[in-house]
């Protein structure tokens, strides 16, 4: 156990770091919860694969490291080493530069198991160098989590590893890095290496997330529903043998947001700030909002929001001419298959009056819905935390969910409303429950509204449980 003054070492291993590089809420939980812990006395440091779009000039980028060699199969591959602090934090995030890998924009381009093996292998071949030696290693989904295998190799890499913990946090458990089994050329590795790797391979493949889950010393979900629910053969994406035969070292840990950036109050990109004191005012946004959008102001009818990545998780297909039907408004914002772009798009077509959707990424636009709608749909399949009901809380916009994963630990009756089938008939009868209070109880929805706004989303508790798994981990 460490004294009580020294600060735990903790080295974060992700392809996604917000505000560096985001793609999804990966980025957001990464940028966001190591400041948290830094405030716990914790010496947190951050490493991503360095991407060719990334702004070197904006984010004070500096080269400290050249031509750092990295065995592959059959040959050298050589990594210089930049470093830069998270924005506004003093948290040091170094980046791995490689042409071959890393050149891309998207960093989800190209061969993604073999990229992000790549990645991990030379994590333990820069940390020597750099002279930061981690107690803990915290993995964050399919892309890193070969390094709680690769860390095992005894010798292989350096004898300073020996004691470090590795934690291995699931994001969302559908993203599972599945390879042939020649991948592991890339790390120059046999399968001599892979702990029980009959439990997981199917067709002679290797799954990364499997890797993550048999070899990390402790496994974390984003929320304790979805802990639970990955047991099942509903939820497990065909994981669920290997995650209940690890279940005795995985918990859920739900995700926090950025409160000083979600709030009212304060943000800079609404058409007029407010809090729980002075919510008239957010109807101030909710008629700016209609106008932008291209309809009459109309402060009375109830404006439905929806902002989402297009995909199947996010049960789109609830969506339907019927709903239609119902009393209010529909704004959805997002991008994703084009199935499901095509069938909105066509719906905003049939009914300008009732739905308009915005296919395009547009973080202006969804901060003025958060803020202008009077409802925020997240009908999800299934959602291992999701982070748009929590931020529409804390703009007083009454969140409808369907009762899964972290929906369903951050919305309860006093807060939201949730419905458990996941069938349009569902949607449409919470929907229908949700306008009635609107309508015929103001006082009601207020009091709904404010409970939302009071609710305690911030990174603290969070910090507080990884701290905790930390501290186990290290006994």
């Known amino acids: 156990m460490k004294n009580k003054e020294e600060k735990i070492k903790i080295l974060m291993a992700s392809a996604e770091i917000a505000p560096f590089v985001k793609v999804g809420g990966l980025g957001d939980v990464v940028g966001s919860l190591p400041p948290a812990l830094a405030k716990l006395n914790c010496d947190v440091r951050l490493i991503i694969p360095k991407y060719g779009n990334l702004d070197t000039k904006k984010f004070k980028l500096k080269k400290i490291l050249s031509q750092i060699p990295v065995k592959t199969a059959g040959r050298i591959e050589s990594v210089n080493v930049w470093q830069a602090e998270l924005p506004g934090q003093k948290i040091i995030t170094y980046f791995l530069e490689n042409k071959k890998y890393f050149s891309d924009s998207n960093p989800y381009?190209?061969?993604?198991?073999?990229?992000?093996?790549?990645?991990?292998?030379?994590?333990?071949?820069?940390?020597?160098?750099?002279?930061?030696?981690?107690?803990?290693?915290?993995c964050h989904d399919f892309h890193t989590a070969m390094l709680t295998d690769l860390i095992k190799v005894e010798n292989f890499y350096s004898p300073l590893y020996q004691k470090t913990k590795t934690l291995y946090t699931i994001h969302n458990l559908n993203y599972q890095g599945k390879s042939p089994l020649e991948i592991l050329k890339t790390g120059n590795l046999n399968t001599s290496l892979l702990n029980s790797l009959s439990t997981d391979a199917r067709n002679g493949d290797i799954n990364f997330m499997a890797q993550g889950i048999l070899n990390a010393d402790?496994?974390?979900?984003?929320s304790p529903t979805y802990a639970k629910e990955i047991k099942t053969s509903v939820y497990g994406a065909h994981l669920e043998r290997v995650i209940r035969a690890n279940q005795n070292k995985i918990s859920g840990i739900l995700n926090g947001i950025d409160v000083n950036f979600f709030n009212p109050a304060k943000d800079q990109f609404i058409f007029s700030r407010y809090d729980k004191n002075s919510l008239n005012k957010k109807i101030i946004n909710k008629t700016k909002l209609q106008k932008k959008l291209?309809?009459?102001?109309?402060?009375?009818?109830?404006?439905?929001?929806?902002?989402?990545?297009?995909?199947?998780?996010?049960?789109?297909?609830?969506?339907?001419?019927k709903l239609l039907t119902q009393n209010c408004q529909f704004v959805f914002l997002g991008t994703g298959d084009k199935k499901y772009e095509d069938s909105l798009s066509q719906l905003a077509k049939k009914f300008p009056e009732k739905i308009k959707v915005i296919t395009a990424f547009d973080s202006t636009l969804a901060q003025q819905i958060y803020a202008g709608a009077d409802i925020m749909l997240v009908p999800s399949r299934y959602e291992p935390c999701g982070l748009t009901q929590m931020i529409a809380m804390r703009y007083g916009t009454?969140?409808?969910?369907?009762?899964?994963?972290?929906?369903?630990?951050?919305?309860?009756?006093?807060?939201?409303?949730?419905?458990?089938?996941?069938?349009?008939?569902?949607?449409?009868?919470?929907?229908?429950?949700?306008?009635?209070?609107?309508?015929?109880?103001?006082k009601q929805w207020k009091k709904i509204q404010i409970a939302g706004m009071k609710k305690d989303f911030s990174w603290n508790k969070s910090a507080k449980e990884y701290l905790k798994i930390y501290k186990q981990l290290l006994k």
């Not at 309860?412 to 309508?439: C, E, H, M």
């Open 218 to 222: 402790w496994v974390n979900t984003v």
């Open 294 to 321: 291209g309809w009459k102001a109309n402060s009375k009818t109830a404006l439905v929001g929806l902002i989402s990545r297009f995909t199947w998780q996010k049960g789109l297909d609830l969506i339907t001419e």
């Open 109 to 138: 381009s190209g061969n993604n198991s073999e990229k992000f093996l790549f990645f991990s292998l030379a994590i333990l071949y820069v940390l020597p160098i750099l002279e930061f030696v981690p107690e803990i290693i915290h």
């Open 398 to 442: 009454v969140p409808l969910v369907r009762a899964t994963g972290g929906l369903a630990d951050t919305v309860d009756n006093q807060v939201g409303f949730k419905f458990k089938d996941f069938s349009p008939s569902a949607l449409q009868r919470t929907l229908t429950s949700a306008l009635k209070i609107y309508y015929k109880k103001p």
